[in-house]
């Protein structure tokens, strides 16, 4: 009954769109409608000797503040300095050319703008209220990501900055509309502090030219950010299609197609001791998986040892609840679902031993179909640290096929208190829901 009736909810939030996100639709569709629209027109004149193309876009942005158009001409621009974009009112801005970010590393390392969360930086930072970011055919954003993943030497050489290629930060009602977006040093996006926000047809691309291969490139993270809609994307990419971090709340990801992706993934979270994480309220609606590691995916941290002085170890506060994952189809998927609540516990026995103070619920995932890679003998995974802190989860039309053989598709499930689970469950092994690094 419960599934039902949030079956039901969820298709009507799909539908009507029940999260407020604005619906600043873009005026113009080419740069010659530009002017028909806008008072105020600032084209951004590319520096085309090489030099930095900052201080420009940053007058210009200024100058149009307030109800104007900034526009990036069919031109080339580099990013040398930090863009720090936010803060503006009433804004639109359209990118006819292509931006790439300045391919040094060694250069970036004392300019780059740091943000705290994960000790992460970046080049471009976007915000403000009403600020629309509109992309017209043909243009790209280029993170040139070689260079980063040349230094970073398959991981022998982590200790640097790698820039986020967005990061939007403080964005109220605005809409990003048809990006396309190149090899990000790091993550390609990161929504934070936001809320009302529409981000719609975008294509991801990230390849590597060498043996040196691209890392953490997450489509999207979103994080203390609310009413939020991903709709219309082509992802390919190397880390999770979009993660749900931490104070993620109403939000919509519609018609995704990712693909070498670990997964659409929410967390981890619970990581800190003490420290409150909530998501809540998510639908995840129709979506092809197609060469990653995992299909939809939670994963939370135990609680930690009485004992412990570690505080990055486990033993965060809040909870996942309302959390609803429809129409997936899997392509080459190691796993379709996969539950954790004992993420880098170590073993089993600890995780159940210090189960979450982190409390999952309401968790649905309803008409998966497709094949595993046959990469695991089990074709999904459901592990909690405890049924009193994880239950009502649900599965329906779960039609996956284990590619391992087909005859003996079954999933890992422990610890699930009141649940109604469709899929054949075996009892966990030793190993399940502990995959760490991923
Ligand atoms: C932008 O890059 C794309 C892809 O590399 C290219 O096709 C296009 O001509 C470039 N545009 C400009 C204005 O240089
Ligand atoms: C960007 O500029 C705003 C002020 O306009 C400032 O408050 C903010 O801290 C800056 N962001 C970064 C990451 O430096
Ligand atoms: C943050 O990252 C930089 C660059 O990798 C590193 O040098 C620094 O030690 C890190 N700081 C913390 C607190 O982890
Ligand atoms: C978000 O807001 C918090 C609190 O104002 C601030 O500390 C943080 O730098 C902002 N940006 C990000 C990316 O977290
Ligand atoms: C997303 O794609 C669907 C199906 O093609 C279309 O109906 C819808 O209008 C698109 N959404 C946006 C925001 O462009
Ligand atoms: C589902 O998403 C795909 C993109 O992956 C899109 O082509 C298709 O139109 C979507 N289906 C519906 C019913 O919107
Ligand atoms: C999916 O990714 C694989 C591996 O990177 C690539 O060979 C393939 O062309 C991609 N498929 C599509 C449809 O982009
Ligand atoms: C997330 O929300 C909780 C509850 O409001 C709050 O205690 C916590 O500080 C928030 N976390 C962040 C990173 O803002
Ligand atoms: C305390 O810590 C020790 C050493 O790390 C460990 O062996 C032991 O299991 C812990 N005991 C409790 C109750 O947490
Ligand atoms: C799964 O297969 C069924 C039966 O062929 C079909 O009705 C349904 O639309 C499929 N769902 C997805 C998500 O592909
Ligand atoms: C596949 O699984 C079935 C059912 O468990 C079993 O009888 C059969 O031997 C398995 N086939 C192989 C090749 O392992
Ligand atoms: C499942 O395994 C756990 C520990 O590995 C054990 O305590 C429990 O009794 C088992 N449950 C069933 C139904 O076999």
């Known amino acids: 009954m419960i599934f039902e009736v949030f079956h039901l909810l969820a298709c009507a939030a799909v539908l009507t769109g029940a999260f407020y996100v604005p619906l600043n639709k873009r005026n113009a569709n080419s740069l010659s409608e530009i002017p028909i629209y806008y008072k105020n027109v600032c084209k951004v004149e590319a520096n085309k000797k090489g030099g930095d193309d900052v201080p420009e876009i940053l007058k210009q942005a200024n100058k149009c503040n307030g109800g104007g158009a900034l526009v990036f001409d069919t031109e080339d621009y580099l990013i040398k300095s930090p863009l720090n974009l936010t803060g503006f009112e009433n804004l639109d801005i359209y990118i006819a050319g292509n931006i790439s970010l300045y391919d040094d590393p060694d250069y970036w390392q004392d300019k780059l703008l740091l943000i705290e969360y994960q000790n992460s930086s970046t080049a471009i930072t976007i915000g403000g209220t009403n600020v629309n970011l509109y992309g ?18 398959n991981k022998k050489n982590q200790n640097f900055y790698r820039p986020i290629l967005l990061v939007f930060d403080g964005l109220v009602n605005g809409v990003v509309d048809g990006l396309n977006l190149l090899n990000s040093p790091n993550w390609f996006n990161l929504i934070a502090n936001s809320s009302g926000v529409a981000y719609t047809n975008t294509n991801i691309d990230v390849y590597t030219v060498n043996d040196n291969d691209f890392y953490n490139t997450d489509g999207w993270d979103s994080y203390r950010t609310s009413n939020l809609i991903v709709e219309n994307a082509t992802i390919n990419n190397g880390d999770d299609c979009f993660s749900f971090k931490p104070n993620s709340t109403n939000i919509i990801l ?3 197609y990712c693909n070498g992706s670990h997964g659409i993934s929410v967390g981890s979270i619970g990581q800190y001791y003490g420290v409150t994480d909530i998501v809540e309220n998510v639908i995840v609606n129709n979506v092809t998986m197609s060469n990653a590691d995992y299909g939809a995916r939670l994963k ?6 009485a004992n412990s002085s570690k505080t990055d170890a486990g033993g965060g506060l809040g909870y996942v609840r309302n959390v609803y994952f429809s129409d997936f189809t899997v392509e080459n998927v190691g796993q379709s679902i996969y539950v954790t609540q004992c993420y880098s516990a170590g073993s089993l026995a600890t995780c159940y031993e210090y189960p979450s103070s982190l409390v999952m619920s309401n968790v649905f995932f309803t008409n998966f179909n497709g094949t595993t890679s046959g990469k695991y003998d089990e074709a999904g995974t459901m592990v909690c640290s405890s049924p009193s802190v994880c239950y009502d989860f649900f599965t329906k039309h779960i039609d996956v096929v284990n590619k391992k053989n087909a005859s003996d598709t079954f999933f890992i499930c422990s610890n699930l208190g009141d649940s109604e689970l469709s899929v ?9 829901g502990l995959n760490n690094g991923l």
């Not at 054949?424 to 399940?432: H, M, P, R």
């Open 136 to 153: 017209l055919p043909g243009h790209v954003i280029d993170g040139k990501g070689q260079n980063w993943w040349n230094k970073f030497n």
């Open 254 to 256: 519609n018609n995704l």
């Open 300 to 305: 939370t941290w135990a609680g930690r040892p």
């Open 424 to 432: 054949s469950c075996v009892n966990s092994t030793s190993q399940g």
